[in-house]
Nanobody
Framework: QVQLVESGGGLVQVGGSLRLSCAASGRSFSTYAMGWFRQAPGKAREFVATISRAGASTYYTDSVKGRFTISRDNAKNTVSLQMNALKPEDTAIYYC??????????????WGHGTQVTVSS
C-alpha cells in the first residue's frame, strides 16, 4: 500500500508558476514510476507527466512540454511538478499517482486526493 498526499496548489495569474509536491508513505517509493494527472470540471482525467522509478526517464503530454517539469527524490519519497508559464487551461485538480510509467490513468495503482490549481486571466 502507498499513501500519496499532494500539496502546493493554489491561485496564480496567467504566466505565473507553481510547484506541486507529492509525499509518499508506505511500501517502497522507488519501486514505482510516478505520474501527475489533472481533471478539469466536466472533463475526464488527463495525463500530464510521468517519471521512471529512478528518475532517468520522463514523458509529458504535448500541451505542457517546455513548461512543466516532473522530478523525484527517492531519498525523501517525494515527486514534484514544477509548472511555469501557466495558462487558464491548466486550471484543474492535480493528482499524483504511483504505478507503471504509462499515460493511462487506469494503469496506476495508487492515487492522492488531489490539489486544486486555478490560473486566473
Amino acid at each position: 500500500q502507498v499513501q500519496l498526499v499532494e500539496s502546493g496548489g493554489g491561485l496564480v495569474q496567467v504566466g505565473g508558476s507553481l510547484r506541486l509536491s507529492c509525499a509518499a508513505s508506505g511500501r517502497s517509493f522507488s519501486t514505482y514510476a510516478m505520474g501527475w494527472f489533472r481533471q478539469a470540471p466536466g472533463k475526464a482525467r488527463e495525463f500530464v507527466a510521468t517519471i521512471s522509478r529512478a528518475g532517468a526517464s520522463t514523458y509529458y503530454t504535448d500541451s505542457v512540454k517546455g513548461r512543466f517539469t516532473i522530478s523525484r527524490d527517492n531519498a525523501k519519497n517525494t515527486v514534484s511538478l514544477q509548472m511555469n508559464a501557466l495558462k487558464p487551461e491548466d486550471t484543474a485538480i492535480y493528482y499524483c499517482a504511483a504505478g507503471p510509467a504509462t499515460s493511462r490513468a487506469s494503469d496506476y495503482h495508487y492515487w492522492g486526493h488531489g490539489t486544486q490549481v486555478t490560473v486566473s486571466s
